[in-house]
């Protein structure tokens, strides 16, 4: 019932974001060129590392995936999705989801303790059915603070269905901002946003939509309670894998990640 009353008011729901947020406490700078990282994921919400992954690299994640028992993949539309892929395949074990460096910058970022939710591989295909590529439409994956890693494994144009973002959109200043000015937008707690609210978003948030266009071996960091979505998928194809992280403070042991990273 509290819970249905603070949804419903947007100062009290802002209040309780505010309440939430204050238990985090940004942690010491950490070394470079992981604070440069992390600096960048503060203002924009969002940071690219090209050349994170060689080809090679990017190849026997690829091989590891596609080789990988049919029973494990869910279908998800035109993708194609192996949660936990970390058990299964030892390579993406070793290079993506025991990654140390990720730990260091979400743990800063988040200032708490970090759960890797799941690692997750992913293979998206051509569909003219999907107006939207992995992920659905645009969204925030909460309204907590959260933390993913994305390396793309193939090259990633404007027709491969790149990540979409909007920088600035991921702070509490910019949350309220939304909030307050967004029109219609019902229920004030939901996630969703529909095409019109987000070019209304962009105006009240001076900002822009950015599009992550990148070759294959690219890692995006991203706080993924900013606006973000993926684009349509036009031609070919798209290998990636996935981080999910969480603070260990916001961390339910019921959490079904599947649902979860379907946003
Ligand atoms: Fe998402």
């Known amino acids: 019932m509290i819970k249905k009353i603070i949804k419903s008011n947007k100062s009290l729901f802002f209040m309780a974001l505010k309440f939430k947020e204050n238990k985090l406490k940004p942690r010491e ?15 924009d919400g969002v940071v690219v590392i090209p050349d994170f992954f ?3 690299e990017c190849k026997n994640m690829i091989d590891a995936y596609e080789s990988i028992d049919k029973k494990y993949v869910k279908y998800y539309e035109n993708d194609k999705r ?13 290079l993506f989801h025991d990654n140390n460096d990720f730990k260091k910058i979400g743990e800063a970022y988040l200032g708490d303790d970090l759960v890797l939710q ?8 051509t569909d003219n059915n999907q107006k ?10 909460s309204f907590s603070r959260q933390f993913k890693a994305i390396a793309y494994l193939s090259d990633v144009e404007m027709s491969n269905g790149p990540f979409m973002y909007i920088k600035g959109s991921h702070t509490l200043k910019n949350i309220k901002k939304v909030l307050f000015k967004l029109r219609n937008h019902k229920p004030i707690s939901s ?25 294959k071996g690219t890692l995006i960091l991203a706080d993924i309670r ?11 194809h ?19 990640i599947e649902k979860l990273a379907n946003y």
């Not at 192996?82 to 070793?94: L, N, T």
């Not at 900013?226 to 070919?236: A, K, R």
């Open 118 to 125: 799941t690692t997750m591989a992913a293979k998206i295909t």
């Open 54 to 56: 060689t080809e090679e």
């Open 29 to 43: 700078k950490i070394e470079e060129p992981l604070n440069n990282y992390l600096q960048t994921l503060y203002k």
């Open 226 to 236: 900013g606006l973000h979505t993926g684009m349509s998928i036009e031609e070919g």
């Open 132 to 141: 939207f590529g992995s992920g659905g439409s645009w969204h925030r994956d």
């Open 82 to 94: 192996i949660f936990g892929i970390e058990k299964i395949s030892p390579i993406h074990k070793r």
């Open 191 to 215: 996630f969703r946003y529909n095409d019109d609210e987000i070019k209304e978003c962009c105006k009240i948030l001076d900002s822009e939509i950015s599009y992550f266009t990148a070759p």
């Open 238 to 256: 798209r290998y990636a894998v996935f981080n999910y992280y969480i603070a260990k403070s916001f961390h339910q042991t019921n959490n079904n």
